[in-house]
């Protein structure tokens, strides 16, 4: 370990009461935008109950799960039988968080407990003003490490793992938010993945206004018409003096990943946002390229997605909700690109002579669920559950 990593954890342990005697800090595993996150080992683990190692025997041929050895059974305060592991993740978020982000976060988490997809809370302490979060630990791998060489099968696997986890988080009716692979724990061995970091997730329908593009599109058109005429006047251009409130939206998440409903600040957002989020994952596979999106902020975000999909979809996204999108930027043209073509030259690959694609029957598939989920249409977008029975996807029966 890092010396100075080292000085970190010793003065973590001594600054927080109770810690020392709890756990043995092994290492700084993650420093986010909101916290710090440190392996470590719960010293009390030999002294739990169990009859693990029996049960263990017993169920040799059916346990899937990661690790039996480091977990031991035990009953929690409420009679319910838990797996206790030896190793844990403890995340101490940053005391500049606010306490009512915090709560949020431990309360969310708390929420979706039972989700197998999803990394547990086990428990959490508070000591002044500082909080920590303790999870199991989740073995991992690196993303950068696997997603250049990813064959379809296993790009498949990710996906129904990482669609399964976003099923679970929104049949709760909340968003995520921050879907990216750093917060998608994959063990490309054991074929499985957590999802973790819900310090940005919501509840569908926290502080929503209502916004068009969950209206008729006979009223949007006509509402859209008297707005933009009222703000420009008769000729169009930049309106000089516009008199139109300022949109308000939460825009919580990482640039890169964010849905254009998000950027065009719908006020009405839903948890199609993770889908998108999950789309820019696949498009970031197949064409091999990290970070696929490179954006400074919001308009440079917006400047990307429509130089993929071209000025005239970009134009009716911004209509859905309520926003006029006007561009001069000569790169930006009409029509855009498919996003197999992206993917063919982000491979360097190129169509043969003919038109036939290079990209195999199962590469082709993937584009076409690809194609789903990067929907500029939230409403048009696939669900996590339409996700998990699409031909990608779907698991076939023998
Ligand atoms: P932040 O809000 O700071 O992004 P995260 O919850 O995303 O915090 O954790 C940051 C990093 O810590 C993750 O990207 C991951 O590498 C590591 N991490 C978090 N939870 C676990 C866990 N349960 N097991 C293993 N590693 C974890
Ligand atoms: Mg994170």
Request: aromatic share 10%.
């Amino acid at each position: 370990v890092d010396p100075a990593v080292r000085e970190d954890m010793d003065k973590f342990l001594e600054s927080f009461k109770g810690m020392k005697e709890r756990f043995r800090l092994i290492n700084r595993i993650g420093e986010g935008t909101f916290s710090t996150v440190y392996k470590a080992e719960d010293l009390n683990y030999d002294h739990y109950h169990n009859d693990w190692d029996l049960e263990e025997k017993e169920n040799a041929s059916t346990w899937k799960s990661p690790t039996p050895k480091r977990f031991k059974q035990c009953v929690d305060q409420h009679g319910e039988t838990k797996r206790k592991p030896k190793y844990v993740a403890i995340k101490k978020i940053y005391v500049t968080s606010s306490p009512a982000r915090i709560l949020n976060e431990l309360e969310l988490l708390h929420d979706l407990e039972r989700c197998n997809s999803l990394c547990p809370l086990i428990t959490a302490f508070r000591n002044t003003d500082q909080v920590v979060a303790v999870l199991p630990y989740f073995r991992h791998t690196d993303f950068r490490d696997y997603f250049r060489n990813m064959l379809i099968p296993e790009v498949k696997t990710y996906f129904r793992s990482l669609f399964t986890a976003l099923g679970a988080v929104h049949d709760k009716g909340i968003l995520h938010r921050d879907i990216k692979p750093t917060n998608f724990l994959y063990d490309v061995e054991k074929e499985r993945g957590v999802l973790v970091d819900f310090g940005l997730a919501e509840r569908e329908g926290t502080d929503t206004k209502p916004c068009l593009c969950h209206s008729h599109p006979d009223v949007r058109r006509k509402r859209l018409y008297n707005s933009v005429t009222a703000a420009m006047g008769p000729s169009s251009g930049y309106p000089k003096s516009d008199s139109r409130p300022s949109r308000r939206a939460n825009r919580a998440g990482t640039r890169g990943f964010r849905a254009p409903e998000v950027l065009f600040k719908c006020t009405e957002q839903t948890t199609k946002i993770d889908i998108w989020s999950a789309g820019v994952i696949l498009l970031t596979i197949l064409s091999r390229r990290f970070p696929f999106f490179n954006s400074a902020d919001d308009v440079e975000a917006m400047i990307e997605i429509a130089t993929m999909y071209g000025v005239k979809k970009m134009k009716q996204c911004a209509q859905l909700h309520g926003a006029v999108l006007e561009s001069t930027i000569p790169t930006i043209g009409q029509q855009g690109f498919t996003i197999e073509k992206i993917i063919l030259w982000s491979t360097m690959r190129n169509a043969e002579d003919g038109g036939a694609s290079p990209l195999n029957t199962d590469e082709l598939l993937a584009v076409k669920f690809l194609e789903r989920c990067l929907e500029l249409d939230p409403n048009k977008r696939i669900s996590a559950r339409e996700a998990l029975v699409h031909e990608f996807l779907r698991v076939e029966e023998e």
